[in-house]
């Protein structure tokens, strides 16, 4: 009897360690992919301010999978340098009353591809300088240096346009006339139209209330230095967009805010937490409303697990862009979509930091559905991949 009894207790014992053990499993972030677009491997943009060419580019090679064109590497560095000598004319032109530094925008890639080419980053890798990965903090200073030099002396010397592109190619290399790739000779225009991408076929839609909605307009955001212009949409049709993208096999190269507290590079999440405490009565309550708002924010960015989260209303995302809490920091491509083990909906999401063990994902994170309603500064997909009844209010063929 007393042995039956201690194996009883050796099973019961054995059943809550098996029971603790699943619990401690499912604790922090469970991911299942619903939806997954074949992109090119994740890259490193190191101590380099631009996203903007890596995630364009690699939007544009998530393209050319999609249309069968194979697995292609382009030169990122290529892009930077052109727009960096298309920056420094419209500086120079504008005395310095404009923005100049190495950010950038999506359209940047594409404008600069339809002017100059591309080409693959074996050819132009754009690493002069003595370092494997970018390092650009030298070249922005001597750069901006240069144009405020040129600006400051009134009277423009009809040679400062080969003075500083001397420069941009001591760091990033001067551009080939021809290269050979898998045996064929090209020049970066013949390259790029081999490519068959259509770069009319693109659109870039965003969602603000200081703007008609249905119509084109410039975000005003510094880095939009080309003034190239977005579709403005309501925030549901924006969403809407964005899913019926990844739902039909489309990428989306996404500008967003990562500066905001609910992005998470080493849990590899972005949220938008919700403590709802308005219709609480009592002590929780209390307790919440006396706490200051580090401590706040301490109990809301824990990442631990999967909570509840915000909606978002247009009138929110507005204010936040209004006041500087939402501004544009970072370009990346959304590649897919996936749910937390509590059926939360995200979009997952390629970045171009590399794929270091600081990232649990190996350079990917997941975006749940309200950070990306909110801090979404534009994005760009295929016209193609927008609902028919959004294209066709866009007057989009």
């Not at 200073?141 to 002396?153: H, N, P």
């Not at 403590?275 to 809301?300: C, P």
């Not at 970045?351 to 600081?358: E, K, L, Q």
Request: proline share 3%; with cysteine.
């Amino acid at each position: 009897m007393k042995k039956s009894l201690l194996i009883a207790i050796a099973i019961i014992l054995w059943c809550n360690l098996q029971i603790n053990a699943q619990e401690e499993k499912t604790e922090g972030y469970v991911f299942t992919h619903q939806k997954e677009i074949k992109c090119t491997s994740v890259k490193d943009q190191n101590r380099s301010g631009t996203c903007w060419s890596f995630s364009g580019i690699g939007f544009l090679e998530c393209e050319l999978i999609r249309m069968g064109k194979g697995d292609y590497n382009l030169a990122d560095m290529w892009i930077v340098n052109k727009a960096y000598n298309e920056k420094a004319d419209k500086y120079v032109r504008m005395h310095g009353n404009y923005n100049f530094g190495g950010g950038g925008a999506f359209f940047d890639v594409f404008r600069m591809i339809e002017k100059y080419g591309i080409m693959p980053e074996e050819v132009y890798p754009g690493l002069e300088y003595g370092e494997k990965l970018h390092v650009h903090g030298e070249l922005d200073a001597l750069l901006k240096a240069y144009v405020d030099a040129v600006i400051e002396c009134k009277k423009i010397s009809p040679v400062w346009k080969k003075g500083f592109s001397a420069i941009v190619d001591a760091y990033l290399g001067a551009a080939p006339e021809n290269f050979t790739y898998n045996g064929v000779s090209y020049t970066p225009t013949t390259f790029a139209q081999s490519l068959g991408l259509n770069m009319d076929d693109y659109v870039s839609i965003t969602s603000f209330t200081h703007h008609p909605f249905y119509e084109k307009f410039a975000i005003e955001i510094p880095d939009n230095w080309i003034m190239e212009e977005s579709y403005n949409l309501p925030l549901d049709e924006m969403m809407a967009v964005m899913n019926n993208a990844i739902d039909n096999g489309y990428s989306i190269a996404w500008g967003s805010d990562v500066s905001d507290k609910g992005f998470n590079w080493g849990k590899g999440v972005a949220i938008v937490p919700d403590k709802d405490f308005e219709s609480t009565e009592g002590s929780d309550r209390a307790r919440w409303e006396s706490l200051s708002q580090s401590e706040k924010d301490k109990e809301l960015y824990t990442f631990d697990k999967p909570g509840k989260e915000k909606t978002i209303t247009q009138e929110m995302r507005q204010a936040a862009f209004d006041n500087y809490t939402t501004t544009d920091d970072h370009g990346m491509v959304i590649m897919g979509k996936a749910t937390d083990q509590a059926g939360n909906s995200y979009f997952i999401v390629k970045n171009s930091w590399g794929t270091f063990d600081r990232n649990p994902y190996k350079g990917y994170f997941y975006a749940s559905e309200s950070f990306v309603a909110m801090q979404t500064i534009n994005f760009i997909v295929h016209k193609d991949a927008l609902p028919k009844d959004i294209k066709k209010k866009l007057n989009i063929k």
